[in-house]
């Protein structure tokens, strides 16, 4: 074959091979042991909301080492790393870098023993209970997979490193400062959440609404104190907030659609001060759950109605009426676009095969990557589960030897080497399928 022929040989080659399917091989691009080290290392390294500074700096460095151009300090610790190669949609791919006040409890050799000063002026130690270390490892082993494959995408990549997700304050700090007006708007939006409740090298999802509307919530309960033994001259306001607790019982059983998820939960209650005396106060703190903006609006307005009915009742003056406050760690519930979605888990399916990837139940807790797809005009957005169990222990919980450990708690330890390997293969075969 002569050197003209040979050339066109290869060139039809090559076009039919960029064709072809995504294989596991095309997309081993990193050195995975350089990602569990990085992984190890944030493990060990932990920092609370806010707080994130080492964090943003370290994986702004990897990230402009490697090619992309970096910005740092959006959303005050955020950072945006972007990546164009040619045209063609962009794609967001976001992961949240704080960590949780929790002392860990999993014995590893690489397990925090960090301390910080929470916003409240406490030392409190410092865990990633949640695996927001694993997900920065995810977008970083993503970032060199496809800035090595630029041949085999077209568009611009933009990876987004999000803080103060804990504290559901993050997302709203980093759109505030100009996250799609300083940045190409996205096309698509990806994210991904490890969990314990799936074996290592396993993907879940939700289709529709995946995660709830969280809002955070305090009532101010007044009172006229006394002396205990005069009650008659007193209004009690420990005998009112308990009213009010158990009336609240009654917002989603009597007031919310049974077909309509609904939680309100009552975390905390406070006051008084000794055995013998009526307090002036006490205070309440509330979660609620919801799904539809509808059922949340609902449940805010008959917790007002409840509070202020019974602070009449039980003979308040108006400058003393108990207050409602809703504090500013309000997320969004997340929907997970069914069309983008199912477009999404095709190209994850294909790599790391159907077996692996199934579809789970919703789940009430919160996630602020939601606000990302409700800007106007809304994103098509897909926030996936990373099953982080190993393989051992998902047979021991098979055989009902033990019970999982799910994230937030003191012994939650993903099998790190499988479960961000699945994780970088599932995000980059996302990102090659939407790119290509």
Same mark, same amino acid.
């Given at each position: 074959?002569?050197?003209?022929?040979?050339?066109?040989?290869?060139?039809?080659?090559?076009?039919?091979?960029?064709?072809?399917?995504?294989?596991?091989?095309?997309?081993?691009?990193?050195?995975?042991?350089?990602?569990?080290?990085?992984?190890?290392? @944030?493990?060990?390294?932990?920092?609370?909301?806010?707080?994130?500074?080492?964090?943003?700096?370290?994986?702004?460095?990897?990230?402009?080492?490697?090619?992309?151009?970096? #910005?740092?300090?959006?959303?005050?610790?955020?950072?945006?790393?972007?990546?164009?190669?040619?045209?063609?949609?962009?794609?967001?791919?976001?992961?949240?870098?704080?960590?949780?006040?929790?002392?860990?409890?999993?014995?590893?050799?690489?397990?925090?023993?960090?301390?910080?000063? +929470?916003?409240?002026?406490?030392?409190?130690?410092?865990?990633?209970?949640?695996?927001?270390?694993?997900?920065?490892?995810?977008?970083?082993?993503?970032?060199?997979?496809?800035?090595?494959?630029?041949?085999?995408?077209?568009?611009? @990549?933009?990876?987004?490193?999000?803080?103060?997700?804990?504290?559901?304050?993050?997302?709203?700090?980093?759109?505030?400062?100009?996250?799609?007006?300083?940045?190409?708007?996205?096309?698509?939006?990806?994210?991904?959440?490890?969990?314990?409740?799936?074996?290592?090298? #396993?993907?879940?999802?939700?289709?529709?609404?995946?995660?709830?509307?969280?809002?955070?919530?305090?009532?101010? /309960?007044?009172?006229?104190?006394?002396?205990?033994?005069?009650?008659?001259?007193?209004?009690?306001?420990?005998?009112?907030?308990?009213?009010?607790?158990?009336?609240?019982?009654?917002?989603?059983?009597?007031?919310?659609?049974?077909?309509?998820?609904?939680?309100?939960? /009552?975390?905390?209650?406070?006051?008084?001060?000794?055995? +013998?005396?009526?307090?002036?106060?006490?205070?309440?703190?509330?979660?609620?759950?919801?799904?539809?903006?509808?059922?949340?609006?609902?449940?805010?307005?008959?917790?007002?109605?409840? /509070?202020?009915?019974?602070?009449?009742?039980?003979?308040?003056?108006?400058?003393?009426?108990?207050?409602?406050?809703?504090?500013?760690?309000?997320?969004?519930?997340?929907?997970?676009?069914?069309?983008?979605?199912?477009?999404?888990?095709?190209?994850?399916?294909?790599?790391?095969?159907?077996?692996?990837?199934?579809?789970?139940?919703?789940?009430?807790?919160?996630?602020?990557?939601?606000?990302?797809?409700?800007?106007?005009?809304?994103?098509?957005?897909?926030?996936?589960?990373?099953?982080?169990?190993?393989?051992?222990?998902?047979?021991?919980?098979?055989?009902?030897?033990?019970?999982?450990?799910?994230?937030?708690?003191?012994?939650?330890?993903?099998?790190?080497?499988?479960?961000?390997?699945?994780?970088?293969?599932?995000?980059?075969?996302?990102?090659?399928?939407?790119?290509?």
């Amino acid at each position: 074959m002569n050197n003209i022929r040979y050339k066109k040989f290869l060139l039809i080659l090559i076009s039919i091979i960029s064709l072809g399917p995504i294989s596991s091989n095309a997309l081993a691009k990193y050195n995975i042991d350089e990602i569990v080290n990085l992984y190890k290392f @944030l493990h060990s390294n932990p920092e609370l909301s806010w707080q994130e500074d080492k964090t943003a700096s370290h994986l702004a460095d990897i990230l402009e080492t490697d090619g992309y151009e970096v #910005t740092r300090g959006v959303g005050k610790k955020g950072v945006v790393a972007i990546l164009e190669n040619g045209r063609g949609p962009t794609l967001m791919i976001r992961a949240d870098m704080d960590a949780l006040p929790v002392k860990e409890k999993t014995n590893l050799k690489y397990a925090s023993k960090v301390r910080q000063i +929470n916003r409240f002026g406490k030392e409190v130690p410092v865990m990633h209970a949640c695996g927001h270390d694993i997900h920065m490892s995810v977008l970083i082993g993503t970032a060199k997979n496809l800035i090595s494959m630029k041949d085999s995408w077209s568009g611009t @990549l933009m990876l987004v490193l999000q803080p103060a997700e804990e504290v559901g304050q993050g997302s709203l700090a980093m759109l505030e400062d100009g996250l799609f007006e300083r940045f190409p708007r996205p096309d698509f939006n990806l994210a991904l959440h490890v969990g314990g409740m799936g074996p290592a090298g #396993t993907i879940g999802y939700q289709l529709g609404y995946a995660m709830a509307n969280v809002d955070s919530v305090d009532i101010i /309960v007044n009172g006229v104190g006394g002396h205990g033994a005069y009650p008659h001259t007193t209004i009690d306001p420990i005998v009112l907030a308990s009213q009010i607790v158990l009336s609240l019982q009654t917002i989603v059983s009597r007031k919310i659609d049974p077909l309509e998820p609904a939680v309100v939960t /009552v975390g905390s209650i406070h006051g008084g001060l000794k055995h +013998n005396i009526i307090s002036e106060e006490v205070r309440l703190q509330l979660t609620l759950r919801s799904y539809s903006d509808e059922v949340r609006e609902k449940t805010i307005d008959e917790i007002k109605k409840i /509070v202020k009915g019974l602070g009449i009742a039980a003979g308040l003056p108006e400058s003393k009426m108990p207050k409602v406050l809703l504090k500013d760690e309000y997320t969004p519930a997340l929907y997970n676009d069914p069309e983008f979605s199912r477009k999404v888990l095709s190209f994850i399916s294909k790599e790391i095969g159907d077996e692996n990837v199934s579809e789970i139940s919703a789940v009430m807790g919160g996630e602020d990557f939601a606000r990302y797809g409700r800007q106007d005009p809304k994103i098509p957005s897909l926030l996936f589960w990373l099953g982080g169990t190993s393989k051992e222990d998902w047979k021991k919980y098979q055989n009902n030897e033990i019970e999982l450990v799910s994230i937030h708690s003191p012994f939650f330890a993903p099998d790190p080497k499988p479960t961000i390997t699945t994780g970088i293969k599932a995000m980059s075969a996302s990102a090659l399928g939407l790119l290509k």
